[in-house]
């Protein structure tokens, strides 16, 4: 079971506008940015957004992500068959002392 | 260009004992921390291990203090973790990842990843 609180899919046809939200509590999300991961298929994860909506360079800004109490999400406008991918969102936890991850988000495009 | 090169992996019998390693290139390796991050097969990330910079400092999942140990040689640019009493619950592809900072704080994050390597914890 994990700390944050993801929808384990979403989809989209290619290009829609779709969002991934995170869930989580005062001791993670609450304090503390958000971060999110793409993980395409038998690769290792990327780096996508940090500091809650800051994108590295080489992220195209169809990507952009935003936070809210204890929740955060992640857009993904003009989707794109190469957008096809688990997305992970992740935080510190105070309460644990480590960084902390949702369980993914399959996003599939249509 | 950052890289990060994981090797070590294997079968291994629950109970024993490996030691992954993690050879970085393209960056000053004492001036960032680093972690260990898996992913069991089909499951989520899990952040496991992070160590700071000058490798003074060491920080562990509750899920394996206790058996896992992460050291650095900054002469070698190598990263490594030594996991001990290793239970099934263990098999994942292990990554290591670049932090941004010397230490291994709230506000820092995993950037790069290696490509990661296989443990399997099974009789």
């Known amino acids: 079971q994990s700390v944050l609180t993801q929808p384990p899919s979403a989809s989209g046809t290619p290009g829609q506008r779709v969002t991934i939200s995170c869930s989580g509590s005062?001791?993670?999300?609450?304090?503390?940015?958000v971060y999110w991961y793409q993980q395409l298929p038998g690769t290792a994860p990327k780096l996508l957004i940090y500091k809650n909506n800051q994108r590295p360079s080489g992220v195209p800004d169809r990507f952009s992500g935003s936070k809210s109490g204890t929740s955060a999400s992640l857009a993904i406008s003009g989707l794109r068959s190469e957008d096809e991918a688990d997305y992970y969102c992740a935080t510190w936890d105070d309460s644990l002392s480590g960084r902390v991850f949702g369980g993914g988000t399959k996003v599939t495009v249509l | 260009e950052v890289q990060l090169l994981e090797s070590g992996g294997g079968l291994v019998q629950p109970g024993g004992s490996l030691r992954l390693s993690c050879a970085a290139s393209?960056?000053?390796?004492?001036?960032?921390?680093l972690s260990w991050v898996r992913q069991a097969p089909g499951k989520g990330l899990e952040w496991v291990s992070s160590?700071?910079?000058?490798?003074?400092?060491?920080y562990y999942a509750d899920s394996v203090k206790g058996r896992f140990v992460v050291s650095r040689d900054n002469s070698r640019n190598t990263l490594y973790v030594l996991m001990n009493s290793l239970r099934v619950e263990d098999t994942a592809v292990y990554y290591c990842?670049?932090?941004?900072?010397?230490?291994?704080?709230?506000?820092?994050?995993?950037?790069?990843w290696g490509q990661g390597t296989l443990v399997t914890v099974s009789s």
């Open positions: 005062d001791s993670n999300i609450g304090y503390n940015y």
């Open positions: 393209g960056f000053t390796f004492s001036s960032f921390a």
């Open positions: 160590i700071s910079g000058g490798g003074g400092a060491t």
């Open positions: 990842a670049k932090d941004p900072l010397y230490d291994f704080w709230a506000s820092g994050w995993f950037d790069p």
